[in-house]
């Protein structure tokens, strides 16, 4: 099939798990009670996806907060930090290594299976890359940036060799910050030929919004068969830099603004899909959100999917796909 | 004076306990209507007293207020020049925080001045003197959106202008330090000409105020010795150990007064107080260390307030040594 369609990994979390969440950390529920909700939510996802009709299904990170502190909550060798501002009124905490990262269990090869049993559609497994859990996490083990990266690249590597055990045939390793530092873009694909080595699952990489021009192509030189990128919020303008230099990997298209309430009419995404195709083989293109959704209400996120999905079939048919 | 010591900036704005994070509950609170703006206001006043008291108590010889008041680098500023939009979010440098971007939508103009009241409260609180940061004309120009100026420099001139104007204000005020920040030329080191230019607008005739042209987020590498032309009294840059500007302190003599960020504020490991001594020795033999101020690399808002706490006692723990073996 021509442009299967995808999703960037995280969906909104329903009203009742977030409550769920909030007395679970105040101790008022239990770990075991937890979990049923953040499985049933996980069910919930997987039907509505399945309903709509999306390719490569994801679990949608019930269970995760955030993308880094949750590997780093479940490796060994990491504590997390007091509070730090991100922006506004808004702080976090971040991992902090203070020993050698080691990895005791798995840590997300039971979740992918839960899913993938709901369905037969394929499940993506989900991992955060070694560069970014690096980059936004305090160090004060390992003596420089390169180490902690290199050291995390194998932990992922694991993870992701177990994950293609369970049965993976994708496996995503996110690496959202890649782009912030061109300077060090050569660590990050060294890390990346680490996690990706040896795997013969599908693998695939999403990057956030940064200074592209800076990093393309050379961005290309990840080890992975796909790159997925976030194009509209920036107005497709990076479909420019394609002219430059031809993207030679598999494309994650990214074609719903995650960051908007707005829902995307079906013309608008047709004409990101083809604006995509004068540049880019058909075969070669994955569409999909422009990041994880978890920040949209339920609602929204799956009023913007159902567009995104009902207007890759349309463009299908017009390929004959 | 012998060696000083001072932050880079701001001070992490809340702490781990329930009294530190009344500012964070306070503007939630604000947000919801359920205090009003004079309520806000008593607050950040109250946490902007309590963090120029910690840094006094630590032992810092020349403070600044915390910036507390600041929602980012460059809203604080922007949002109190007329001609701006604020807008979304961006990524600050290479860090992982964000500003809300400033937009250009018609001419900038001064309205009235834009720190000198957060300067007065701060020096009627502190024994010790207060150091005003202002985000710097070409940096507030680099990170907004431009949607009104037919040129680049146009806007950036009209920013010197606004931004002269700001320091000879808090000059007027009694302020002794005024402080500059400028990362973004040194990521845009074929500006440097025109940073000249706009320099020219910033500091003439601001003769009583100790100038400080603040450059971090990366190294002084193409810009040295050359920027040292610049009028300004004393120049900030990054000094953690293994920086590209130990290297680049070696081309030439530095021929002005430094502050010197030798205590990393990205990270939270804790340097050994031996190696900053040695550190500071070996910057001995580059510059003078009679005027230098030693301070971290960054604003400390990149780290939790204990540990923010912990790098200037560091810091103040370095001077100490440094002094007692009498080193200046």
């Known amino acids: 099939m021509i442009l299967p369609t995808t999703t960037v990994g995280s969906f909104p979390k329903p009203e009742y798990l977030t409550k769920a969440r909030f007395q679970f950390s105040k101790g008022q529920i239990s770990k075991t009670e937890l979990e049923q909700l953040e499985k049933k939510a996980t069910k919930e996802w997987i039907d509505f996806q399945e309903e709509i009709g999306i390719d490569i299904l994801v679990d949608g990170e019930m269970y995760r907060g955030d993308m880094v502190t949750y590997f780093a909550e479940n490796f060994k060798g990491f504590e997390i930090s007091g509070l730090v501002r991100s922006y506004g009124n808004r702080y976090y905490r971040k991992p902090v290594a203070v020993a050698e990262i080691e990895r005791a269990n798995p840590v997300t090869v039971d979740w992918y299976k839960f899913a993938q049993n709901l369905t037969k559609k394929p499940v993506k497994g989900m991992l955060t890359g070694p560069y970014t859990i690096m980059d936004w996490s305090f160090d004060e083990f390992y003596p420089s940036r390169r180490d902690l990266c290199l050291r995390l690249a194998e932990v992922i590597h694991d993870e992701a060799k177990d994950l293609e055990r369970a049965g993976a045939e994708y496996i995503q390793i996110d690496e959202p910050a890649v782009s912030v530092r061109p300077e060090e873009l050569e660590l990050a ?11 013969k699952a599908y693998t695939l990489t999403h990057i956030c919004y940064g200074d592209f021009p800076k990093i393309y192509p050379k961005m290309l030189d990840i080890p992975v068969n796909q790159i997925d990128l976030e194009l509209s919020n920036n107005e497709f303008d990076l479909l420019d830099l394609f002219k430059k230099a031809p993207f030679t990997s598999d494309i994650g298209l990214g074609v719903l603004d995650v960051h908007s309430h707005r829902t995307e009419t079906k013309e608008e995404v047709k004409a990101r899909i083809q604006k995509a195709l004068k540049m880019i083989p058909k075969e070669k293109i994955y569409v999909s959100p422009d990041c994880g959704l978890k920040t949209r209400e339920v609602e929204e996120a799956k009023a913007k999917l159902r567009v995104m999905v009902e207007a890759t079939k349309e463009v299908r048919e017009t390929l004959g796909g | 004076m012998a060696l000083e010591t001072t932050i880079a900036g701001a001070y992490p704005k809340i702490g781990d306990t329930t009294e530190e994070q009344k500012l964070r509950r306070a503007l939630h609170q604000f947000d919801k209507d359920e205090i009003s703006e004079e309520d806000l206001e008593q607050v950040k006043n109250e946490v902007t ?21 600041w929602s980012d680098p460059l809203t604080y500023i922007a949002s109190k020049v007329s001609g701006f939009e604020i807008t979304g979010l961006i990524r600050y440098f290479d860090t992982n925080t964000f500003y809300r971007q400033p937009v250009v939508e018609s001419r900038l103009e001064f309205i009235k001045s834009i ?14 003197p207060v150091r005003a940061i202002l985000t710097g004309p070409y940096t507030l120009a680099k990170l907004s959106r431009n949607k009104f100026y037919r040129e680049f420099k146009q806007l950036a001139f009209d920013l010197a202008h606004i931004i002269h104007k700001e320091a000879e204000a808090l000059q007027e005020a009694g302020c002794k330090y005024i402080q500059f920040d400028e990362s973004a030329i040194l990521n845009h080191k074929h500006d440097l000409n025109l940073f000249f ?15 400080t042209l603040q450059l971090n987020f990366g190294s002084l590498e193409g810009i040295y010795p050359k920027i040292l032309n610049l009028n300004v009294e004393r120049i900030g840059l990054e000094l953690t150990k293994g920086h590209k500007n130990w290297d680049v302190l070696k081309s030439a003599p530095f021929t002005k007064k430094m502050m010197a960020g030798i205590v990393d504020a990205r990270n939270t490991k804790m340097e050994s107080e031996n190696d900053l001594v040695k550190a500071v020795h070996d910057l001995g033999e580059h510059i003078s260390l009679e005027q230098t101020w030693l301070s971290t690399s960054h604003s400390l808002e990149f780290l939790p307030r204990p540990n923010a706490r912990k790098k200037i006692e560091l810091l103040t723990n370095v001077a100490k040594q440094l002094r007692g073996a009498s080193v200046s």
């Open chain 1, 189 to 199: 694909i060294e890390a990346m030929g680490i996690v990706t080595s040896g795997l």
């Open chain 2, 49 to 69: 007293e309590e963090v120029i008291r910690q840094q006094i108590e630590v032992g810092l010889d020349v403070v600044t207020d915390g910036l507390i008041r």
């Open chain 2, 197 to 211: 230019q706009v320099y020219e607008i910033v500091t003439a005739q601001l003769s009583k105020a100790e100038k």
């Open chain 2, 115 to 128: 720190l000198v009241s957060d300067y007065q409260f701060a020096q009627e609180r502190s024994t010790k």
